[in-house]
């Protein structure tokens, strides 16, 4: 009996930590001034920024990791420029269903989640 109760505790402290982050999904843009259209933030530690909504080329490529249980850290290149690396944070609000996406202490938009629009790879 004790057995089988550590072992279910055991799968329920698994099940817990393996849970993924809120900030994990969809974005788009509900601020007109937001400086990326829609965020594709993936499950598998990958984001892409595309500047207008039904571009299939992504503005900004990134891998991210959670800062904590709220936020994403994300680090990511200009598609265009290599060279050009950025930081930013993407904070989800206490209604998992809207963000902030931030560059330091400014913030670059307001989003709200939807499914994953990923455009067809061709």
């Not at 989800?92 to 990923?118: F, H, I, M």
Request: proline share 4%.
């Amino acid at each position: 009996m004790k057995i089988r109760a550590l072992g279910t505790f055991f799968m329920l402290l698994i099940l817990v930590a393996c849970s993924p982050h809120p900030g994990a999904g969809g974005w788009h843009a509900t601020s007109s001034d937001a400086k990326f259209e829609r965020l594709e933030i993936r499950y598998g530690g990958n984001a892409d920024f595309y500047t207008n909504d039904d571009d299939k080329i992504a503005a900004w490529r990134c891998f991210w990791s959670a800062a904590d249980k709220a936020t994403a850290s994300l680090k990511c290149v200009d598609a265009g420029n290599a060279s050009n690396e950025k930081t930013y944070l993407f904070v989800v609000g206490k209604n998992t269903r809207e963000g902030v996406l931030k560059l330091g202490e400014q913030v670059l938009g307001l989003y709200s989640w939807q499914a994953p629009t990923d455009p067809p790879q061709e």
